[in-house]
Nanobody, 116 residues
């Protein structure tokens, strides 16, 4: 199983982007889904998660700026990113998993570049 993230791009500081992640129905409906990112010089980190019931977790650095959501009918997860900062630059990935674990191999991420 691979999950494909899309929607990245180049944006100026303070701008917005919306990322999407499509998954097969069985993956999407059974699991906690999460967004992760790998920023230059750092290890991949968890950004946000959403459970099947809609409970949400955000890493402190994105609270109040990013919004994770899921459309169960479309088996798609989103990450709305507002007030983007240069330190948000990186490759964003989606996966099934939560804090400290992921279930599947990493798919191709989507590059987000925030220019100052």
């Amino acid at each position: 199983v691979q999950l494909q993230a899309s929607g990245g791009g180049l944006v100026q500081v303070g701008g917005s982007l919306r990322l999407s992640c499509a998954a097969s129905g069985s993956v999407f409906t059974r699991n906690v889904m999460g967004w992760y990112r790998q920023t230059p010089g750092k290890q991949r980190e968890l950004v946000a998660t959403i459970t099947t019931g809609g409970s949400i977790y955000y890493v402190d650095t994105v609270k109040g700026r990013f919004t994770i959501s899921r459309d169960n009918a479309k088996n798609t997860m989103y990450l709305q990113m507002n007030s983007l900062k240069p330190e948000d630059t990186g490759v964003y990935y989606c996966n099934a998993g939560g804090i400290g674990y992921v279930l599947y191999s990493w798919g191709q991420g989507t590059l987000v570049t925030v220019s100052s």
